[in-house]
């Protein structure tokens, strides 16, 4: 077959188009991270504040598949003038845990009781590549690939009672997060609630996404594995020390290349390796959780998973299953995509093997964020949700609540396809050995009546 013949111009254009479609892919994590930069500085935040959550979120986070029982903690930092010191508290009282990564979204380090001060706390010094000053005494050295980078951390009560709260509460206003310039006297700690106000951090799958990742080309040190990428970034006029000032033409083409590699993003978000025979619960990540989320293997760099995964989520651990394990849905009993105009029940057997808590959560598909405007997001065992008498609970699933059920039901948006995760904070043995099983969800009537009328 003769193959179709295309102009010089036709030609170029593919070739750029390929390329911008795969500096999508290498970008993902480091753009997401600066829709979430960029929203943190929108929230009135400056470098050295901390913002966290006074109870949990709602919908107005927007940030990659968070949960809505944590009372998180979040902050950016930046290290080019000199490190930075982060004050972390012994968890007393309630749990404090979460990581420390950089502008690529790498962990570079857990903290808590699970990560590396064991829940004693310590004074971690932050520090860029290049630094080659010694550590002072009492102070735990972090090493940043970047000059960049954030911190995610959840609290996480004993109950829901006030006491317990306030507890969780008081264990993060003893964050301190200061430069190692100022430890003689620190300046007075920000600590800014955010609970209620829109935090948006999702990326945008638009031609801007690539005025995103010319800013942090520019802002961040080249590293070795990203030489060949570099000079790919070169045609689409992406290059460090220079400005990026793409024309209409390559406006246009950037649109189309964002939107194949927002539905490759999508298309792999809704891939789940099995967790137990049959079942479409699973995990989408492989190459993550075996070299601490930073893709890097002995012969390459997994940049495919790599996207899909910080399309998907942000701040993984640097070692998965201690604190948390998460499974996810796309698809039901009859391997259907969920979608948002259907109603649908899953049940959660008794004696969910996890420590602390237990929560399934919906998301939007198309932003992996929540479904904005939602009224619930998210049922977890701290709601006390009704329970069958085996001790079972069933969660609903769909755009009206079925009736008698608005406690157990979480809200989908019609005509928009979703996924969910269920989450075991604190997991057990039982998740491990699968001795303990979900079963898919199953599409139901219930709501749809309501919905018709």
Same mark, same amino acid.
């Given at each position: 077959?003769?193959?179709?013949?295309?102009?010089? =111009?036709?030609?170029?254009?593919?070739?750029?188009?390929?390329?911008?479609?795969?500096?999508?892919?290498?970008?993902?994590?480091?753009?997401?991270?600066?829709?979430?930069?960029?929203?943190?500085?929108?929230?009135?935040?400056?470098?050295?504040?901390?913002?966290?959550?006074?109870?949990?979120?709602?919908?107005?986070?927007?940030?990659? =598949?968070?949960?809505?029982?944590?009372?998180?903690?979040?902050?950016?930092?930046?290290?080019?003038?000199?490190?930075?010191?982060?004050?972390?508290?012994?968890?007393?009282?309630?749990?404090?845990?979460?990581?420390?990564?950089?502008?690529?979204?790498?962990?570079?380090?857990?903290?808590?009781?699970?990560?590396?001060?064991?829940?004693?706390?310590? %004074?971690?010094?932050?520090?860029?590549?290049?630094?080659?000053?010694?550590?002072?005494?009492?102070?735990?050295?972090?090493?940043?690939?970047?000059?960049?980078?954030?911190?995610?951390?959840?609290?996480?009560?004993?109950?829901?009672?006030?006491?317990?709260?306030?507890?969780?509460?008081?264990?993060?206003?003893?964050?301190?997060?200061?430069?190692?310039?100022?430890?003689?006297?620190?300046?007075?700690?920000?600590?800014?609630?955010?609970?209620?106000?829109?935090?948006?951090?999702?990326?945008?799958?638009?031609? $801007?996404?690539?005025?995103?990742?010319?800013?942090?080309?520019?802002?961040?040190?080249?590293?070795?594995?990203?030489?060949?990428?570099?000079?790919?970034?070169?045609?689409?006029?992406?290059?460090?020390?220079?400005?990026?000032?793409?024309?209409?033409?390559?406006? $246009?083409?950037?649109?189309?290349?964002?939107?194949?590699?927002?539905?490759?993003?999508?298309?792999?978000?809704?891939?789940?390796?099995?967790?137990?025979?049959?079942?479409?619960?699973?995990?989408?990540?492989?190459?993550?959780?075996?070299?601490?989320?930073?893709?890097?293997?002995?012969?390459?760099?997994?940049?495919?998973?790599?996207?899909?995964?910080?399309?998907?989520?942000?701040?993984?651990? %640097?070692?998965?299953?201690?604190?948390?394990?998460?499974?996810?849905?796309?698809?039901?009993? $009859?391997?259907?995509?969920?979608?948002?105009?259907?109603?649908?029940?899953?049940?959660?057997?008794?004696?969910?093997?996890? %420590?602390?808590?237990?929560?399934? =959560?919906?998301?939007?598909?198309?932003?992996?964020?929540?479904?904005?405007?939602?009224?619930?997001?998210?049922?977890?065992?701290?709601?006390?949700?009704?329970?069958?008498?085996?001790?079972?609970?069933?969660?609903?699933?769909?755009?009206?609540?079925?009736?008698? %059920?608005?406690?157990?039901?979480?809200?989908?948006?019609?005509?928009?396809?979703?996924? $969910?995760?269920?989450?075991?904070?604190?997991?057990?043995?039982?998740?491990?050995?699968?001795?303990?099983?979900?079963?898919?969800?199953?599409? =139901?009537?219930?709501?749809?009546?309501?919905?018709?009328?």
């Amino acid at each position: 077959m003769t193959p179709p013949a295309y102009t010089s =111009t036709q030609l170029a254009d593919r070739a750029l188009l390929r390329r911008a479609v795969e500096a999508a892919i290498w970008g993902m994590p480091i753009v997401s991270f600066d829709a979430m930069r960029q929203a943190f500085f929108s929230s009135g935040a400056n470098y050295g504040d901390i913002l966290y959550l006074s109870q949990p979120a709602d919908w107005k986070l927007q940030i990659t =598949t968070p949960n809505a029982s944590s009372l998180y903690v979040y902050f950016n930092y930046n290290i080019k003038d000199g490190p930075v010191v982060l004050e972390f508290p012994a968890a007393v009282g309630a749990g404090l845990f979460g990581s420390i990564l950089d502008a690529w979204q790498a962990p570079i380090t857990d903290v808590g009781p699970q990560g590396k001060d064991r829940g004693k706390g310590a %004074k971690y010094l932050l520090t860029h590549p290049d630094h080659k000053e010694n550590v002072p005494a009492g102070y735990t050295r972090v090493r940043s690939a970047t000059f960049n980078g954030y911190a995610a951390f959840r609290a996480i009560p004993k109950t829901r009672s006030d006491t317990d709260t306030a507890k969780a509460l008081e264990l993060v206003k003893q964050l301190r997060l200061y430069p190692l310039s100022q430890a003689a006297n620190p300046p007075q700690q920000r600590h800014i609630d955010i609970a209620g106000e829109l935090f948006d951090g999702i990326a945008r799958f638009n031609d $801007t996404f690539y005025d995103s990742l010319a800013r942090m080309v520019n802002e961040e040190p080249v590293q070795m594995r990203d030489m060949v990428a570099m000079g790919q970034l070169r045609p689409l006029g992406i290059e460090r020390g220079k400005e990026f000032k793409p024309d209409e033409a390559t406006r $246009t083409l950037l649109k189309s290349a964002i939107e194949e590699a927002h539905a490759g993003f999508m298309d792999a978000s809704t891939t789940f390796h099995p967790y137990w025979p049959n079942a479409n619960w699973g995990m989408s990540i492989v190459t993550g959780p075996k070299t601490g989320f930073t893709y890097q293997t002995e012969t390459f760099l997994d940049i495919d998973e790599r996207g899909a995964m910080y399309f998907l989520a942000c701040a993984p651990p %640097k070692k998965l299953g201690a604190a948390t394990f998460y499974l996810g849905a796309a698809t039901d009993a $009859t391997d259907a995509r969920l979608d948002g105009g259907n109603s649908y029940r899953l049940v959660v057997p008794p004696r969910v093997p996890a %420590k602390q808590f237990w929560a399934v =959560t919906v998301y939007d598909l198309e932003t992996a964020g929540f479904i904005r405007e939602s009224p619930r997001v998210e049922i977890n065992s701290y709601q006390e949700p009704q329970k069958n008498p085996d001790g079972s609970v069933y969660v609903y699933f769909g755009p009206v609540a079925p009736a008698g %059920k608005e406690s157990n039901w979480i809200y989908t948006a019609p005509g928009k396809p979703w996924l $969910t995760f269920f989450r075991f904070y604190g997991p057990e043995k039982a998740v491990f050995d699968k001795t303990w099983r979900l079963a898919d969800l199953e599409q =139901t009537a219930a709501g749809q009546a309501e919905l018709a009328a």
